[in-house]
């Protein structure tokens, strides 16, 4: 009782405290975004994404070493390789099954990687993410960690086990190491209909995982939170498209 106890007051701490830390956006993370060279449409996605408060809140340094997992057409890749600066890497992995013979996706990571010079781009099979021991300081999973429980014959993806996936992700994490989780919310019910329905996730899904993994969840944020949200509608409805109502949780490998 009296440990339920403590960590329900330590929540209540913790989100009584992260408004507070969000209005203080890092300026070096503000400048990185405005600098010149991003693509147009990711420029528009700014103002429903709020990359500074986020990577500000989720506490992402200069010379991080970063992972950018499912990072689609590399929206928070590039971004990260700006804020890191010269001493810091992004590798940002894509599975097989989402970029191989996308020509579009291609050219957009050709212009990409020719731009920044401290980022890799590498695919594997979604089923079977791997990644080297003890490599990153910091972790982006951006609007992605729901489809850890999605299965689509269309697009060769086969049902995935999430606690293989965290348990490889662990092991990848240095000590101390911070996991960014942002995703869109979803109502409780069963996880693996609600995501191949919906593309939404509880968040208590994915607080239960993490921890199990052995992961601390030590913050979350309302940034992006959306009371307007219909949670029953698919993410892609356009009556709700780049306006869910999303959860992001700041997770961190121990350090003993």
Known sequence: MMRSTLWLMAGVTLALAVPAAAKQARPDIAAAIAAPGRAADDIKLDEGRKPVEILTFMGLAKGDQVADIMAGNGYYTEIMARAVGPKGHVTAYDPKQFVEGDEKAAAAWAALLGREGNVTHTTYPFEAFAAPANAYDFVMIHLDYHDLYWESAKFKVPKTDPAAFLATLYAAMKPGGTVAVIDHVALPGDTRATVDKLHR???????????????????????????????TKLVFDPAVRGKTDRFAFRFRKPKG
């Open 201 to 231: 996730i509880d968040p208590a899904t994915v607080k239960a995982d993490f921890l199990k993994a052995g992961f601390v969840l030590q913050a979350e944020s309302d940034l992006l939170r959306t009371a307007s949200d219909d949670h």
